[in-house]
């Protein structure tokens, strides 16, 4: 028998997929995500108590849909499926699926109507997060519904003598209000489940497997500053001691005097093992008269490995790199287990790769979300300042630069970016707040100052809450808060006349406007 019970998510797409495993991590029972082309003998010899089918954006009776095997349904283990995973149960066990008279794409209130175990304890009414185009409209034989929105009537419903169960919204997003009691049903009261997985167990099996891989040689680690890549830095640490060496670029896109407090900050706590490499010349020349975002964060992704691999080639031998890379950067830029996700935007650490990299990379964290990071981060010892850090993109202020990259415009954003997050220190929001940043805009309107007109530049303000960054929600500050910003960012910025307050959510937003 396995050490610990596994439940297997089979991924057919879902920006969510990740989220469905990490939830269930939560519950205290490991969870692995399989690409929806697995075959059949493998997902068998892996012993699962319980399989769940992700969503997808695909219709089910579309040509070279993605599909599932039919025995799967044979195993014995129980089934849930998720979005396009309940179309697919309906579709190969003789059910309907077709598109929707009206599409659901978001909030939807729920409404039982029979109690079911997938179903205990849920209100009779609740709200849950929909996403989708097509529904279920003839439930195969053997299921009976469970429960319906104004949309969809068979929003639930399953076969309990076979225990296969399907869900037309998102119980894994924080949206659904009682997501977690669904899952929590599924794994405990059908699959029955035994809650022995702890966040010790991903530290301890993280080393093990490094120690592994890497043997006796050497390593460098691409340290930002940034929460992901100390946590990646400390956890390879941990498996590697003295073999370890943290490269930290200053790309020439970071923020107001980020470069000497991360200086500060690794040196001491890496002694010799931290090296500094000022390379924000050559990153800025090759950014030159560049207005594409996915163009730039290719460029910079490239010359971020050229960078690691001079580094590896002066310090001789090296042949691995850690980055701190987490899920929401690989699920945007492609499909993470070889399944149909659609890419969002690519990340300069995943698309962004060159075709010929010279290092084989280590990825600690690539099935991790922020918050997971941050707890992860905790029981390593870091500290809070790094820990609480708001997360910061890899590609820097390229991304918040909005059109050409200069080093003048650079300098406005450095500024606005600096008071803007200086106040919410002093108003105490900061800790409140998941991500908060200034963002340049290529915009420009005529103004008003000291009595002459003026044509200058527009600041954007970018705040939300989230927690694990799949999802945001733009953050209601004090308008009294948003009015000083605003006042000392036309004020003390040369070259802005106007600054607006990004309301938007994710989806259909990306928390970065790049």
């Not at 599909?67 to 697919?88: M, N």
């Not at 006796?216 to 060496?245: F, N, P, T, Y």
């Not at 805009?441 to 527009?458: A, H, I, K, N």
Request: proline share 5%; with cysteine; hydrophobic share 45%.
């Amino acid at each position: 028998m396995p050490a610990h019970d596994l439940i297997l998510v089979l991924d057919f797409g879902s920006q969510y997929t990740q989220l469905i495993a990490r939830r269930i991590r939560e519950l205290g029972v490991y969870s692995e995500i399989k690409s929806a082309y697995t075959p059949f003998a493998e997902i068998a010899a892996a012993q699962p108590r319980g399989l769940v089918l992700s969503g997808g954006p695909r219709s089910v009776y579309e040509e070279q849909a993605p599909s599932a095997d039919k025995r799967l349904f044979e195993l014995g283990v129980p089934v849930l499926g998720l979005c396009y995973g309940q179309q697919l149960i309906a579709h190969l066990l003789g059910g309907q699926v077709q598109a929707a008279p009206e599409r659901e794409y978001g909030l939807a209130e729920l409404e039982v109507v029979q109690q079911n175990e997938i179903l205990k304890e849920v209100s009779a009414r609740t709200r849950v997060w929909m996403s989708h185009g097509d529904s279920v409209i003839a439930m195969p034989a053997g299921f009976v519904a469970l429960a319906q929105t104004a949309n969809a009537p068979f929003a639930a419903f399953g076969d309990p003598a076979r225990k296969i169960y399907g869900l037309q919204f998102h119980p894994e997003v924080t949206h659904t209000e009682q997501g977690g009691r669904i899952l929590h049903n599924f794994i405990f009261q059908i699959c029955g489940c035994r809650a022995t997985w702890a966040p010790q167990n991903l530290i301890e099996a993280t080393v093990q497997s490094v120690q592994q891989r890497v043997g006796q040689e050497e390593v460098i680690c691409a340290l930002s500053g940034g929460v992901d890549s100390a946590v990646a830095a400390a956890l390879v640490h941990r498996a590697l001691g003295k073999q370890l060496h943290c490269v930290f670029v200053d790309h020439g896109l970071l923020r107001k005097e980020e470069g000497a407090q991360v200086r500060a900050t690794f040196a001491e706590f890496f002694g010799a093992a931290f090296h500094y490499v000022d390379a924000s010349e050559v990153f800025l020349q090759r950014l030159r008269g560049v207005t594409d975002p996915e163009q730039k964060r290719k460029i910079i992704g490239e010359q971020f490995i050229r960078v690691f691999e001079a580094e590896a080639r002066r310090l001789a031998g090296i042949r691995f790199l850690v980055q701190g890379t987490l899920y929401p950067d690989v699920v945007e830029s492609q499909s993470p287990r070889g399944g149909p996700s659609v890419t969002i935007k690519t990340h300069h650490n995943v698309g962004g790769l060159p075709a010929d990299l010279k290092l084989e990379l280590i990825e600690p964290l690539r099935d991790l979300f922020k918050d997971e990071v941050r707890r992860l981060g905790r029981a390593l010892g870091l500290s809070e300042s790094i820990i609480g850090r708001h997360p910061f993109p890899g590609p820097g202020l390229a991304v918040r630069v909005l059109g050409e990259i200069t080093p003048e415009r650079l300098a406005i954003l450095r500024e606005a970016d600096h008071i803007f997050i200086h106040e919410l220190h002093a108003s105490q929001w900061y800790d409140k707040t998941w991500q908060a940043f200034a963002v340049l805009l290529p915009v420009q309107s005529v103004g008003v100052m000291g009595d002459f007109r003026t044509y200058e530049m527009t600041i954007a303000l970018r705040a939300v809450a989230s927690v694990d960054g799949m999802t945001a929600e733009w953050m209601a500050l004090p308008h009294e808060l948003l009015a000083k910003v605003s006042s000392r960012i036309t004020n003390e910025v040369r070259g802005v006349n106007r600054v607006v307050y990004d309301i938007s959510n994710k989806p259909p937003s990306t928390i970065e406007w790049e």
